[in-house]
């Protein structure tokens, strides 16, 4: 069966600091791979997407940055956290863009200090 | 701007009773998904209905989707206080490439 894998849980950096957040699949090959950011109450907002190793969508101009470095990785990466990226980070995978399910990960909670 | 909106932005209930909440929506959808998430935790995908389906079941949960009016609604019955948590509906839409974009998501509180 397929898995995947978020980490870490939380995390408290300070202003100013990089960031890197990893997510991993198990069980499929070729994964739609997705980050959303989900503040707190709201809906979730897409951030980054992709259909293959080296290929990645953004969504929204923003301070972060996305790498798919093998098919069942996906990074999310921030030379210099700001406080508005603070919020609550999902990834998720699916079969296919549209028509398809999303499967999301346990999340990170960040805070920017 | 948001495609999916949910109604009401929370609801409280008896166990036992039944829970509905809506969604509507603005343009044309492929398919929406309904998901719930307990707090903290990611989401958890509950039932996808295709834009060409008008209602689907699933255990105790029954999805309505009504295209002519834009909007779906998610009926969860003989609520369980384990039934406790947000759900969100998300629509498929086709705009240049899908993007799945998700509503701000309905609170239920079931009371044991």
């Known amino acids: 069966s397929q898995t995947i894998h978020q980490w870490p849980a939380t995390l408290v950096q300070p202003v100013g600091s990089p960031l890197s957040l990893e997510c991993t699949v198990e069980?499929?090959?070729?994964?739609?791979l997705y980050w959303y950011r989900q503040a707190a109450g709201r809906g979730l907002q897409l951030l980054f997407y992709s259909v293959g190793i080296g290929q990645i969508s953004s969504e929204v101009p923003q301070n972060l940055s996305a790498s798919r470095p093998q098919d069942r990785q996906f990074i999310l990466s921030s030379k210099k956290l700001l406080l508005s990226d603070s919020g609550f980070y999902l990834c998720?995978?699916?079969?296919?863009?549209?028509?398809?399910?999303?499967?999301f990960g346990n999340g990170t909670r960040l805070t920017v200090t | 701007s948001q495609q999916g909106e949910e109604d009401p932005q929370a609801l409280s209930i008896q166990e036992g009773e039944n829970a509905t909440m809506n969604c509507s929506y603005k343009t044309s959808i492929n398919n929406l998904q309904w998901y719930r998430q307990n707090s903290g935790r990611g989401l958890v995908h509950l039932i996808l209905i295709r834009s060409n389906e008008r209602e689907k079941h699933s255990g105790r949960l029954r999805v309505t989707l009504d295209t002519s009016k834009k909007s779906s609604s998610l009926l969860i019955t003989a609520s369980r206080a384990a039934d406790t948590a947000s759900y969100f509906c998300?629509?498929?839409?086709?705009?240049?490439?899908?993007?799945?974009?998700f509503g701000a998501g309905t609170r239920l509180f079931v009371k044991a």
């Open positions: 069980g499929t090959s070729n994964p739609n």
């Open positions: 998300a629509t498929d839409a086709y705009t240049g490439g899908f993007k799945t974009i």
């Open positions: 998720a995978w699916s079969v296919t863009r549209g028509n398809s399910p999303l499967h």
